[in-house]
């Protein structure tokens, strides 16, 4: 069953991703023309303040904890965004767990998720074949907020610590560390500034050196 979702995924990925690139084509039009007096941007009707990486940080800390992965998605820097897709296209969710898992783990959660996400799918019933990303990064953290844990390497009752470490990249880009403490090592959640002065979440790191665990990305790709 997964290789022949596997082959069913790929032959319709250039339609799943053109349907991405104009949803998400849409969204940014939307959001264009959403900035006007008595308009709503997706993040506001969300409830996501991003106009510091501070605000950012907690609002991404709180969906994570609420295992939202709506508010999630849309907390995340776009290329981050494209990661999950990249993940889910190659029916390899290693990259998204924060964890090591083995393959006949793996492939067990994407029968759950494929289960999850039918409803979501072109025919109504393979979930490997949903098109639109959100509804199935949504899945994924209420699958493992079923199985008792998360996908991002958080210590246990996180807490916001401090306050941001700025820092440019090779770009002059600007970007943001805010550090997280609580039961077990910490961690850093990783935030880079929009154009239009939105911050959104890279990535996070938990523990240092060889042992350290990132999830998504630390730097822009």
Avoid: C, K
Avoid at 99 to 126: H, K, P, Y
């Amino acid at each position: 069953m997964i290789r022949l979702a596997a082959i069913a995924l790929g032959a319709v990925w250039m339609t799943g991703a053109a349907a991405t690139w104009t949803a998400a084509t849409g969204i940014a039009a939307a959001q264009a023309t959403a900035d006007g007096p008595g308009r709503q941007t997706i993040y506001e009707r969300l409830g996501l303040d991003l106009s510091t990486a501070q605000s950012a940080a907690e609002a991404f800390l709180a969906a994570v904890e609420a295992h939202d992965g709506l508010a999630v998605y849309f907390l995340l820097d776009p290329q981050s965004r494209m990661a999950i897709a990249d993940a889910w296209r190659r029916l390899n969710l290693q990259p998204l767990l924060g964890q090591e898992v083995d393959r006949d783990e793996m492939l067990q959660m994407f029968d759950d998720l494929a289960a999850m996400n039918a409803e979501e799918s072109i025919d109504g019933t393979n979930g490997y074949l949903v098109l639109d990303i959100f509804s199935a990064a949504d899945a994924l953290f209420r699958l493992r907020a079923q199985q008792g844990d998360s996908i991002v390497p958080l210590p246990g009752h996180p807490q916001i610590a401090g306050g941001t470490q700025f820092r440019p990249d090779e770009d002059g880009r600007q970007l943001g560390d805010v550090r997280v403490t609580g039961d077990g090592e910490d961690a850093v959640i990783h935030l880079i500034v929009s154009a239009r002065g939105r911050w959104r979440v890279l990535g996070v790191t938990q523990g240092s050196g060889d042992d350290a665990v990132t999830w998504l990305n630390a730097e822009p790709q």
